[in-house]
C-alpha cells in the first residue's frame, strides 16, 4: 500500500472508532506514528466542520435552501444522538425511494457532512453524518423521543423557513408524508382523489408543518389526532409543484 494509502487508512479507523494502539497493531506501524497522524484528527470530521459550521462562524448558511429541506427531513424522520462522543446525525429513509435518498445526502454534504454514510436496514436506509457541530444546528436536539418533549424553532431557524418554505415543507413531506390517491365510489361511478398526509406523534411538529403550508397558501386540515391531510383540489395542485409523488 502506498504511504498516503496507509495513513489515510489509519485516520479513517480512528474516525470510526479504533484506538491507536489496535490500529499500530492493526497495520503494523509504531504507535508513535499512529498518534502523530491520528491526534489532530480528533473526532471524526471535526477539523473540517467547524469552519463549516454556520452557526460557529456567526453567519447565515451557505445554502439556505438546503437547509430548510435538511430541517424538515430531520423534523421528520432524523436523529441526533448527542449522548455519543461525536454527535450523530441519522436521517432514515425508505429504501426504495432512491431520489429522496439522493436528495437528503445532498442537503446533508451542503450543510455540514464532509461524508455521509449509508446504513442499510430492513426496507430502510439511515443515513449518517458525525460532527460535532449538528447540535449547534439542530438545537432541537434531546434525550428521548420528539414527541415526548417540546419542538420549537429558534428565531434563525423561523427565518430560514420563512425564506424556503417550500424546501421544509418538501423535507417534511418525503420523511413523513406521502400523497395517496383516495377513491370515492358516488352512484356506481368511481371518482379519484389525490390527497397529501403527513403523519407524526408530534403536536409541535404538526403545527410547524401547518404554518410552513400557511406560507405557502395551501390548505389543510387535521384530519386525525397525528396526521395532517390536504385535499382541496387547489392545495394538492400547488403541493405537487413544491413535493410530488415520492421517488
Ligand atoms: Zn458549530
Same mark, same amino acid.
Given at each position: 500500500m502506498h504511504p498516503l494509502a496507509i495513513r489515510r487508512q489509519a485516520?479513517?479507523?480512528?474516525?470510526?472508532?479504533?484506538?491507536?494502539?489496535?490500529?499500530?497493531?492493526? #497495520?503494523?506501524l509504531p504507535y508513535p506514528t499512529v498518534h502523530r497522524w491520528c491526534r489532530n484528527e480528533g473526532a471524526p470530521?471535526?477539523?473540517?466542520?467547524?469552519?463549516?459550521c454556520f452557526r460557529c462562524r456567526a453567519t447565515a448558511p451557505t445554502d439556505q435552501l438546503q437547509y430548510a429541506?435538511?430541517?424538515?427531513?430531520?423534523?421528520?424522520?432524523?436523529?441526533?444522538?448527542?449522548?455519543?462522543?461525536? /454527535?450523530?446525525?441519522?436521517?432514515?429513509?425508505?429504501?426504495?425511494?432512491?431520489?429522496? #435518498?439522493?436528495?437528503?445526502? !445532498?442537503?446533508?454534504?451542503?450543510?455540514?457532512?464532509?461524508?455521509?454514510?449509508?446504513?442499510?436496514?430492513?426496507?430502510?436506509?439511515?443515513l449518517q453524518s458525525y460532527s460535532k457541530h449538528w447540535p449547534c444546528l439542530f438545537p432541537q436536539a434531546g434525550p428521548g423521543k420528539k414527541h415526548d418533549r417540546k419542538i420549537d424553532l429558534e428565531p434563525?431557524?423561523?427565518?430560514?423557513?420563512?425564506?424556503? /418554505?417550500a424546501a421544509f415543507v418538501q423535507g417534511l413531506f418525503h420523511s413523513d408524508g406521502c400523497r395517496t390517491i383516495n377513491r370515492i365510489v358516488k352512484a356506481g361511478r368511481t371518482y379519484e382523489y389525490p390527497r397529501y398526509l403527513f403523519a407524526n406523534e408530534s403536536a409541535d411538529i404538526l403545527a410547524l408543518c401547518g404554518w410552513a403550508l400557511d406560507l405557502l397558501g395551501v390548505a389543510w386540515r387535521l384530519n386525525r389526532?397525528?396526521? #395532517?391531510?390536504?385535499? !382541496?383540489?387547489?392545495?394538492?395542485?400547488? #403541493?405537487?409543484?413544491h413535493v410530488g409523488p415520492k421517488s
Open positions: 485516520q479513517l479507523e480512528h474516525r470510526n472508532g479504533s484506538s491507536i494502539s489496535s490500529i499500530a497493531v492493526h #497495520l503494523d470530521d471535526s477539523r473540517f466542520t467547524e469552519d463549516r429541506y435538511l430541517l424538515g427531513s430531520y423534523l421528520g424522520d432524523g436523529h441526533l444522538v448527542t449522548a455519543a462522543k461525536v /454527535p450523530v446525525l441519522r436521517i432514515s429513509c425508505t429504501a426504495a425511494y432512491t431520489d429522496i #435518498l439522493d436528495q437528503v445526502e !445532498r442537503a446533508m454534504l451542503a450543510t455540514l457532512a464532509n461524508r455521509v454514510q449509508r446504513i442499510r436496514q430492513k426496507g430502510c436506509v439511515n434563525w431557524q423561523r427565518a430560514i423557513v420563512l425564506d424556503h /418554505p389526532r397525528n396526521s #395532517l391531510s390536504v385535499a !382541496r383540489r387547489d392545495a394538492v395542485a400547488l #403541493l405537487d409543484r
